[in-house]
């Protein structure tokens, strides 16, 4: 890749500035911790998960403008969507940093979240975007801590 | 600090035909190699010489009669010569083979560190070790119950030794110190930390794994009872480094690891260590590597410590000089005796962003907690991006560097 800004799109660079769902859940039913040791990004993430549907969903930490953008992105994509499609939306999501899945032309349900498919080419860089899914899976199976290591 | 002067200035343009690495394009782009502190790069006699060695002299040392085997030992042992050389130790005896600093710590906290500290115990360390400083020890004071205690630093990056003596109690069994900090950048006054701990009789390891790259190293004049320091950050291979120590207590140590090259006899009742340094030398050791730091010991000789010391300081003036008139830049350690390193921080965008778009540049720095996660939470900062240079180093590195993160701050307006 010889443009950073393939990589560090508009939209990227915005969630990073301004996370949506970014905070505190204090009533919530999920929660899991994400650490990547290699850079420090560390993600607390909370969900509120009622008749099977993510109803509410927030998180907190600290790490690099990739790990930010796409748990930002992650929360809305996966806010007021049944556990299931979460988890498929997980799946796609890997195998889309992976390079198993072309979103162009495989079917998938990612929308705005193709904007990280150039992440494939930036090995060091598949965790940061990786780890914020990692954290929604663990909670989802009720673990409480994931690390990318 | 006074600038370190040297008669000639290196000629770096003839320096950098040493790097076939610095001289071809890299994914299309001229290599700014600013990363020398987590590892040098290795100049073509060194890699000559170990190929040489690999192609024609090699078989085991200390071995055998054979001529072959004679030779390949005179040249192994030639090696160690030119360390005790390098850093003024007493006896070639005293430096010991290791992986590399890593492990020449491991050594000292599984030897000197099981036999001497005990239940209660105190292990003292400064506040900006790398976590090879830090974790051999832990693993130590677990086991015995011992308990690890820091000399603080100020927010510029300096110990706070104010408090040495106070740290320094009669439970005190070793001070572990780095001579340089691999995030920071600061020398630390080891030669004065030293003194204050030989007054109440501890002991005390240096770890120069960022000291010698950059600095004459004279362990008498120091005084440190260990000094332990890597080879590949210093122009030598990987898989190669060196643990010094005091003849006395490297003799009372007891050995480390068993095997083959460390023993007199070996029979069911009873077996008996070799003297130094192969009572710490279990095993074939990395011979092409050893010879190769040798060959990296003569490569700077010839260029001059003075004249590398003064070059790598006329660069950390200029950088610093060009980063204080940046927007939204904070270098991070603002120690008044620096060498080498210049760690910063960019207002509001994460080193991880950083060092991603400047390797689109084809700048290659490191961006991380630097293995050192204690400097980071000291400075609350998550992780810096940290520029280190080298005697092959040119102002054009840096200015590259400068327009890399006018550009990293364009893209995250």
């Given amino acids: 890749m010889s443009d950073p800004r393939e990589l560090y799109q508009q939209v990227i660079i915005e969630h990073n500035k301004k996370p949506r769902n970014f905070g505190d859940l204090e009533a919530c039913t999920h929660q899991a911790h994400g650490l990547n040791p290699l850079c420090g990004d560390d993600i607390s993430l909370k969900l509120v998960v009622e008749d099977g549907v993510v109803r509410d969903i927030r998180f907190q930490g600290q790490g690099c403008a990739i790990s930010k953008a796409s748990c930002s992105l992650m929360t809305v994509q996966v806010k007021g969507r049944p556990v299931a499609e979460a988890e498929t939306l997980v799946e796609q999501f890997r195998e889309m940093i992976r390079g198993g899945l072309d979103p162009s032309a495989q079917p998938n349900i990612l929308g705005r979240l193709t904007l990280f498919e150039s992440v494939k080419n930036l090995p060091s860089r598949v965790k940061c975007a990786v780890l914020p899914w990692a954290t929604l899976h663990s909670a989802l199976q009720g673990e409480e801590t994931v690390s990318t290591e | ?413």
């Avoid at chain 2, 040489?52 to 192994?76: I, P």
């Fill in chain 2, 1 to 413: 600090m006074t600038p370190p002067t040297a008669t000639h200035p290196l000629d770096v343009a003839r320096i950098r035909q040493d790097f076939p690495a610095l001289t071809t394009p890299f994914h299309g782009k001229r290599l700014v190699y600013l990363d020398s502190a987590v590892s040098g790069l290795t100049p073509r006699p060194v890699v000559e010489r170990m190929a040489k060695y690999q192609s024609y002299e090699h078989t085991n040392v200390h071995r055998g009669v054979s001529t072959l085997s004679q030779e390949a030992t005179d040249r192994f042992e030639e090696a160690r010569e030119k360390v005790r050389a390098f850093i003024n130790a007493p006896t070639a005896a005293q430096i010991i083979w290791t992986r590399g600093t890593t492990e020449s710590i491991n050594l000292v906290a599984q030897t000197f560190g099981r036999a001497q500290v005990g239940a209660g115990d105190e292990i003292l360390l400064s506040a900006m070790e790398h976590h090879s400083n830090i974790v051999p020890w832990q693993i130590l004071a677990e086991e015995k119950g011992a308990r690890i205690r820091v000399i603080p630093m100020t927010d510029a990056g300096e110990l706070i030794l104010d408090g040495l003596d106070g740290l320094l109690t009669e439970r005190t069994r070793i001070v572990g110190v780095t001579h340089v900090s691999n995030v920071l950048g600061t020398i630390n006054p080891v030669k004065e930390i030293i003194r204050r701990a030989h007054a109440r009789k501890v002991p005390v390891l240096v770890d120069g794994a960022q000291g010698v790259p950059h600095l004459p190293v004279d362990v008498a004049d120091l005084d440190a009872d260990f000094y332990a320091f890597s080879g590949h950050k210093m122009s030598g291979p990987t898989g190669i480094g060196v643990l010094y120590g005091r003849r006395e207590l490297l003799e009372a140590m007891p050995p480390w690891q068993g095997g083959g090259s460390m023993i007199l006899s070996v029979k069911w009742e009873k077996t008996t260590y070799c003297g130094l340094p192969s009572k710490f030398e279990a095993g074939t050791p990395a011979i092409a590597q050893a010879i190769g730091l040798g060959t990296a010991i003569d490569y700077l000789r010839e260029l001059g410590l003075e004249r590398i010391a003064a070059h790598e300081h006329d660069l950390l003036a200029y950088a610093t000089e060009r980063f204080a008139a940046l927007d939204g830049v904070r270098i991070i350690g603002q120690a008044r005796n620096k060498a080498s390193v210049l760690s910063f921080v960019l207002e509001d965008i994460h080193p991880h962003d950083v060092g991603t778009i400047l390797d689109h540049e084809g700048i290659v720095v490191r961006a991380g907690h630097h293995c050192a996660q204690p400097v980071m939470e000291r400075l609350a900062i998550p992780a810096t991006t940290r520029a280190s240079f080298s005697y092959f180093n040119t102002r054009e590195d840096i200015d590259a560097l400068v327009s890399g993160i006018l550009k990293v701050q364009e893209i995250f307006k």
